[in-house]
């Protein structure tokens, strides 16, 4: 169970109707943010979808942490699998134009392999962060965590969860805006040539 649901559960005493309701909104978005993308098409310099929809799924993980009921987790998941439909299309289509056809399969599951190593160790990470650390905090009156942004999070059952949750969706935001400063990842697709472009003349010509 991922920490977006175990906060829902907390915070509304294990109210399963309002997990699945969630849970169904967000699935509405992905699907929805879809069939939006193969209409639009994306934007036109795909890393600019990468990143901005990276932050973009950041501020509504942010949003999603300070949510308290429903209708806000609602909102925030829905926003944020629109957003998770910027970035997939994009990320996958310039892969698929700089890498040859021919070690796709290669590549692809090498890419593949390393994205879904951080799963488990997010979760081994977050698990004891919520629940040794964060959650802790924020039902203990005296600590200064609870002191300082309870108000923001509030006190009770999965106030943690939302504050981890929340951290989680700044440094999201930094993964995608940072990268902007950085030429080599925001010019990546006329500094890496598609795997069908033409040879240039200097490359093509024979020496003499």
Known sequence: MGADESCILARTGDNTIILGSVQSVASIGGVLGGLA??????FKRKIIGVLTGWALCGLFMVGFGLGREAIPWAIAVFLL??????????NQAIWQSKVPPDVQGRV???RRMIAQISAPLAM?????LADFVFEPAMQNQDHLLHSILGPIFGTGPGAGMGMLISLAGLLTILVGLIP???PRIRQVETLLPDFDAPPSPSTSSNPS
Request: hydrophobic share 50%; glycine share 14%.
């Open 37 to 42: 993308v193969s209409i639009w098409g994306g």
């Open 180 to 182: 902007f400063g950085i």
């Open 124 to 128: 081994l990470i977050s698990g004891p």
């Open 108 to 110: 692809f599951s090498v």
């Open 81 to 90: 699998q629109l957003s998770v439909m910027i970035v997939n299309p994009s």
